[in-house]
């Protein structure tokens, strides 16, 4: 099995996983490591998939495709003001 040691850890960080892992009477080790592993075992959400939830919360853009035409630009040194 591999070892891992992080270092510059935040001490809030390791409050909530000394926390959590005193909850659910596990080691500091197997906390993380269940942590980790259920980190690692998520799948993002596409932009797509991400977007709609954003447009579902938020509600439509008030933005029309053409305001969106005027904020791309072909010349990516130019700054863009809103």
Known sequence: MSALTLKGVPEEVMDRIRALADTERRSLNQQAILLLERAVA?????????????????????????????????????????
């Open 42 to 82: 998520e799948q993002p959400d596409s932009f797509g998939t991400a977007y709609r939830r954003f447009r579902d919360w938020h509600g439509p853009s008030p933005l029309t495709e053409g305001d969106l035409n005027d904020l791309r630009s072909d010349d990516p040194g130019r700054e863009v003001r809103l």
